[in-house]
């Protein structure tokens, strides 16, 4: 059963934008606060942004300021707005609850290159 599936990534020159999405199942997200992670070639998955079930937000030091994390409580989704892209933002973005995780989805691959 597929419960997190990841959209909206692609490749983009830097300073450029992508607008992710993630559409998860609703008992997953209604009760759970949601996160985008990363994850890039050799090295770990990273925790970018977070929300909470109230709508408070945290990032990470690397894309504070850059990305906004949002979520659609009536289309069970959440959202990452990316701005000013690096290309040290090139990855495969995932969404998650906060752990313990749940089955990660495919990701979508964000790639920051001229």
């Known amino acids: 059963q597929v419960q997190l599936v990841e959209s909206g990534g692609g490749l983009v020159q830097p300073g450029g934008s992508l607008r992710l999405s993630c559409a998860a199942s609703?008992?997953?997200?209604?009760?759970?606060?949601m996160g985008w992670y990363r994850q890039a070639p050799g090295k770990q998955r990273e925790l970018v942004a977070a929300i909470t079930t109230g709508d408070t937000t945290n990032y990470a030091d690397s894309v504070r300021g850059r990305f906004t994390i949002s979520r659609d409580n009536a289309k069970n989704t959440v959202y990452l707005q990316m701005n000013s892209l690096k290309p040290e933002d090139t990855a495969v973005y995932y969404c998650?609850?906060?752990?313990?995780?749940?089955?990660w989805g495919q990701g979508t691959q964000v790639t920051v290159s001229s």
């Open positions: 998650n609850k906060l752990t313990p995780f749940i089955s």
């Open positions: 609703r008992i997953i997200f209604r009760l759970n606060d």
